[in-house]
């Protein structure tokens, strides 16, 4: 039993070795807020890990924004919305992460130019060990994506 797991370790060690399995990390369902120049916004989407070992989103890169973070937005004890800057967000292998209004976000600031519904942008992500994942991104409207109740808060 003892030899089998660590036969078991060593192919393990052996295929993350050689790079993404299976489909690696698929977005859906991405959108992003619209915005004007120089203000804030952002993009929401569901992440699936289809491999069977955890993956971490390390970042987002895109040049419509000075800066590109991944935040994560809560409700404080007071009351107040609040977002953190999250340096990075576990997937567990085989689960979905949902970016949402209120949650976790793709935080743009510092707009380049102003970002109208029916817009698109470019937006590459960044995994731990996995290949880059650019999305071109539709700009809509936030109240047709259900975001009632969190107006103006990424
Ligand atoms: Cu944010």
Request: hydrophobic fraction near 45%; aromatic fraction near 6%.
């Amino acid at each position: 039993m003892k030899r089998f797991l660590v036969i078991l370790l060593a192919g393990m060690l052996l295929l993350s070795a050689c790079g993404p399995k299976g489909e690696g990390v698929q977005a859906g369902n991405f959108w992003m807020r619209s915005g004007l120049k120089d203000g804030n916004s952002a993009t929401y989407m569901m992440l699936t890990n289809f491999t069977d070992s955890d993956v971490a989103l390390l970042g987002a890169s895109s040049d419509v924004a000075a800066a590109v973070e991944i935040h994560l937005s809560s409700v404080g004890a007071d009351g107040t919305m609040k977002m953190e800057k999250q340096d990075s967000v576990g997937i567990p292998a085989g689960a979905v992460l949902e970016l949402k209004p209120g949650s976790y976000h793709i935080m743009f600031i510092g707009l380049t130019k102003d970002l109208a519904v029916g817009d698109e942008i470019t937006l590459t992500l960044h995994f731990d060990g996995y290949d880059d994942l650019t999305l071109t991104v539709p700009v809509k409207d936030a109240a047709d994506m259900g975001g009632s109740g969190m107006e103006g808060m990424p």
